[in-house]
Structure formats: C-alpha cells, structure tokens
C-alpha cells in the first residue's frame, strides 16, 4: 500500500531528470563522435529544456498546500 505523502506526479518528475539527463548525454557523446544531424541536435534541445524544466519542477517550485 502506498503512504499518503506519495504523490505519482512527484516520482515521474524526479524520473523525467534522469531521462532528460540521459537524452542530453547521449546527444552530446554523439556529436563527439561525429555523428550529427537534426535529429541529434533536436534531441539535445529537447533534454537541455527538459532538465530545465523538470529541474525547476523538482528543486526549486514549492507547491501551495491549499487550505
């Protein structure tokens, strides 16, 4: 049974770093080995953004608790 402080969205958050993470590495290994293209420079913006993103989402936004 899970507790009552886990919340689903939380855990894909902290799981979408270490895919953005991934993406980004993987797009810089392949422009160091001379590979290139759209589709590996596409791939690098969309993990630098989400590590952006996600990172904001995961370090530094305080949600409201509410009433």
């Known amino acids: 049974m899970l507790n009552k402080n886990f919340n689903l ?18 797009a810089l290994m392949d422009i160091d080995d001379g590979i290139d293209g759209w589709r590996v420079y596409f791939r690098l913006i969309i993990g630098i953004l989400g590590l952006l993103v996600d990172g904001y989402l ?10």
């Open 58 to 67: 995961v370090f530094f936004y305080k949600e409201n608790k509410g009433v």
């Open 9 to 26: 969205y939380k855990f894909f958050d902290n799981f979408g770093l270490l895919v953005f993470a991934f993406l980004t590495w993987d």
